[in-house]
């Protein structure tokens, strides 16, 4: 990595970035274990989970790799290789193996494939898996591409957005804006909804974006950085943007958890004090997010108040959860996916996945929910 790339982002877990700069330090001694991941514990399960099917992508993993479900299609990517997968039997429909090591991807909308390579290419692909063309961003990027309305757009790591023509690679747009020290390595994500690019920003911030010629249509605060120092004043927004009925909604380390009525000119509905470290999710009724010392919190979408907390998982180091029609997953360090009821939060049961660390956002689909496991696996995890 650069220097002027490591000064932005934290080569760090999430682990690493609750006590950055503490434990070197030796402000906490060895036998403090406020931090250390809860034993997991034993109690009657109430669904049974199994693996309905596994396909290997690649090698490795990573933040900056999400799945992109688009019909009965998942196109996921790893260091190494991107692919196409059959949702329904896991049969893998494409791979591509790019002459370059990825940091992020994948994204697609079926058509347009597209993945980022550490130094900044993009690579877009056809709906076969043969490369259409590449292209160049203006830094490394580490966050999935988004895909839609004839673009491919990035967030490199100089907090610029561009965009590039779906089908020819060519430059169509490019927006920035002022970015702090340091920022976080974790899971983003942006989302192409209505003709719009939302994106979360490291300065606590989403911003909307005509996805055809890059106009600003609309940005506000999620939250406001505070602190004394750049460590203390780390305020990104994390995960992907959450678009239900009217509302967007947007959740940021050491900040809030804020959701926007869309009807009323994006004004802030309700906001309350969170801090996440992976996103959020949510259903029709409540958001769900894991705070940045992995207790996991449902929150009503209609006020935000607290609707129930479960702490049983705390420090595992949690994904960002995905809503299945019956639980609320979230994978953690060890591989373990689990499964807590929507409606208060208990654990209804829990499956291990191998191949180490979760780090990819956790997917939900009528068949289960969706695991892109640390060593590059793509699991589908069925629930009874």
């Given at each position: 990595?650069?220097?002027?790339?490591?000064?932005?982002?934290?080569?760090?877990?999430f682990?690493?970035?609750?006590?950055?700069?503490?434990?070197?330090?030796?402000?906490?001694?060895?036998s403090?274990?406020?931090?250390?991941?809860?034993?997991?514990?034993?109690?009657?399960?109430?669904?049974a989970?199994?693996?309905?099917?596994?396909a290997?992508?690649?090698?490795?993993?990573?933040?900056?790799f999400?799945l992109?479900?688009?019909?009965?299609?998942?196109f996921?990517?790893t260091?190494?290789?991107v692919?196409?997968?059959?949702?329904?039997?896991?049969?893998?429909?494409?791979r591509?193996?790019?002459?370059?090591?990825?940091?992020?991807?994948?994204?697609?909308?079926?058509?347009?494939?597209a993945?980022?390579?550490?130094?900044?290419?993009?690579i877009?692909?056809?709906?076969?898996?043969?490369?259409?063309?590449?292209?160049?961003?203006t830094?490394a990027v580490?966050?999935?591409?988004?895909?839609?309305h004839?673009?491919?757009?990035?967030?490199?790591?100089?907090?610029?957005?561009?965009?590039?023509?779906?089908?020819?690679?060519?430059?169509?747009?490019?927006?920035?804006?002022?970015?702090?020290?340091l920022?976080?390595?974790?899971?983003?994500?942006?989302?192409?909804?209505?003709g719009?690019?939302?994106?979360?920003?490291?300065?606590?911030?989403?911003?909307?974006?005509?996805?055809?010629n890059g106009?600003?249509?609309?940005?506000?605060?999620?939250?406001?950085?505070?602190?004394?120092?750049?460590?203390?004043?780390?305020?990104?927004?994390?995960?992907?943007?959450?678009?239900?009925?009217?509302?967007?909604?947007?959740?940021?380390?050491?900040?809030?958890?804020?959701?926007?009525?869309?009807?009323?000119?994006?004004?802030?509905?309700?906001?309350?004090?969170?801090?996440?470290?992976?996103?959020?999710?949510?259903d029709?009724?409540?958001?769900?997010?894991?705070?940045?010392?992995?207790?996991?919190?449902?929150?009503?979408?209609?006020?935000?108040?607290q609707?129930?907390?479960?702490?049983a998982?705390?420090?595992?180091?949690?994904a960002?959860?995905?809503?299945?029609?019956?639980?609320?997953?979230?994978?953690?360090?060890?591989?373990?996916?689990?499964?807590?009821?929507?409606?208060d939060g208990?654990?209804?049961?829990?499956?291990?996945?191998g191949?180490?660390?979760?780090?990819?956002?956790?997917?939900?689909t009528?068949?289960?929910?969706?695991?892109?496991?640390?060593?590059?696996?793509?699991?589908?995890?069925?629930?009874?």
């Open positions: 990595m650069q220097p002027a790339v490591s000064r932005r982002f934290l080569r760090a877990s682990m690493a970035l609750s006590l950055l700069s503490l434990s070197a330090c030796s402000m906490f001694s060895s403090d274990t406020r931090y250390d991941p809860v034993e997991l514990t034993q109690y009657e399960a109430e669904v989970a199994a693996v309905r099917w596994s290997p992508i690649g090698s490795g993993g990573g933040y900056g999400a992109a479900v688009v019909g009965e299609a998942v996921a990517a260091p190494n290789a692919a196409k997968v059959d949702l329904a039997s896991g049969r893998v429909l494409w591509a193996t790019p002459d370059l090591t990825l940091s992020a991807g994948a994204g697609s909308d079926g058509n347009t494939t993945v980022a390579a550490s130094d900044g290419t993009v877009a692909f056809d709906s076969a898996g043969a490369e259409k063309w590449r292209a160049r961003a830094s580490m966050i999935p591409p988004a895909v839609g004839d673009v491919v757009v990035v967030r490199s790591t100089d907090y610029r957005i561009q965009a590039f023509d779906a089908e020819t690679g060519e430059p169509r747009w490019e927006v920035q804006r002022p970015g702090p020290a920022a976080l390595k974790t899971s983003m994500q942006m989302l192409i909804t209505e719009l690019v939302i994106s979360g920003l490291p300065n606590g911030r989403l911003i909307a974006i005509n996805a055809m106009a600003v249509q609309w940005e506000a605060p999620v939250s406001i950085s505070r602190g004394a120092t750049d460590l203390e004043r780390i305020n990104d927004v994390v995960g992907a943007p959450q678009v239900v009925g009217p509302l967007l909604c947007g959740v940021t380390y050491q900040g809030r958890m804020t959701c926007f009525d869309i009807t009323q000119g994006g004004r802030p509905a309700w906001d309350i004090p969170f801090s996440s470290h992976t996103g959020m999710t949510h029709d009724r409540h958001a769900y997010a894991a705070t940045q010392r992995d207790v996991v919190q449902a929150v009503s979408l209609m006020n935000g108040e609707v129930w907390s479960q702490n998982l705390r420090n595992r180091r949690l960002t959860p995905a809503v299945v029609p019956a639980a609320v997953a979230v994978g953690d360090f060890e591989g373990y996916v689990h499964f807590l009821a929507r409606s208990r654990l209804l049961g829990r499956l291990n996945v191949g180490g660390a979760v780090l990819s956002p956790l997917v939900g009528a068949a289960g929910v969706l695991v892109q496991t640390g060593n590059g696996n793509l699991v589908l995890v069925g629930v009874n």
